[in-house]
């Protein structure tokens, strides 16, 4: 009954291979959000899709390609891997309507620990 | 421009001490704020978060916030630090399309 949930919990690729890391809530909620966490824990949003529409789109190579089949999954799938690719990855979903100004809490999943070697 | 500053990388409490974070926003009106708490090697879980109801909030595991406008402050207080305690705390706040979140602080508790 896990609420958000991440595949896989750790990855670890060559540079420049592509790779994919799923997300799925069972919450209900209508937005998922990705968010990368670097070395030092610095977190930042990357990705917001409300409904399967992307919101908020940060400055991210696009190398980073959000897909959403449905609003309850929201994988990324990353072309071309480089080192500096090497983070956590999260998962997040909420019930408001992905611009954030509702004050909605996100709920985040476990992480995705990607190494590029 | 919108944006939260924690003073503080790390800071270390001793067990049964006063547990004092602290987070400073930046915004012209009055935004959304949150605790979040993330234990070694799992994902961010919600302490508290402040949406212009009271300005002390109560959170999860006997943390506190109180909403300082005239400091534009949201410091996290807890009286008594747990070894359980011990976690990555990271404020954040939302106002419009931006949801931003701090630098972190570590707490450390030494029993």
């Known amino acids: 009954d896990t609420a958000v949930s991440q595949t896989p919990k750790y990855l670890v690729t060559q540079m420049g291979n592509d790779k994919s890391i799923k997300c799925e809530q069972n919450l209900g909620h209508d937005t998922m959000y990705w968010y990368k966490q670097d070395s030092k824990k610095f977190l930042k949003i990357m990705f917001s899709y409300n409904n399967k529409e992307l919101i908020i789109n940060e400055t991210v190579p696009n190398r980073f390609s959000p897909k959403s089949p449905d609003k309850a999954h929201l994988n990324l799938h990353i072309n071309s891997l480089e080192l500096g690719d090497s983070a956590v990855y999260f998962c997040a979903s909420s019930q408001d309507d992905g611009l954030a100004g509702g004050g909605e809490t996100q709920y985040f999943g476990p992480g995705t620990r990607l190494l590029v070697l | 421009a919108q944006s939260v500053t924690q003073l503080g990388s790390h800071v270390s409490v001793s067990e049964g001490a006063l547990v004092l974070l602290r987070c400073n926003y930046s915004s012209s009106v009055p935004p959304y704020l949150f605790w979040y708490v993330q234990y070694p090697n799992q994902g961010l879980q919600l302490l508290l978060k402040?949406?212009?109801?009271?300005?002390l909030v109560k959170g999860i595991n006997g943390f506190e916030a109180e909403f300082k406008k005239s400091e534009t402050s949201f410091h996290l207080t807890k009286p008594s630090a747990h070894m359980s305690d011990a976690a990555e705390y990271f404020c954040?706040?939302?106002?419009?399309?931006?949801?931003?979140f701090g630098t972190g602080t570590s707490l450390t508790v030494i029993p």
């Open positions: 954040a706040v939302t106002l419009g399309n931006q949801f931003y």
């Open positions: 402040y949406t212009s109801a009271a300005t």
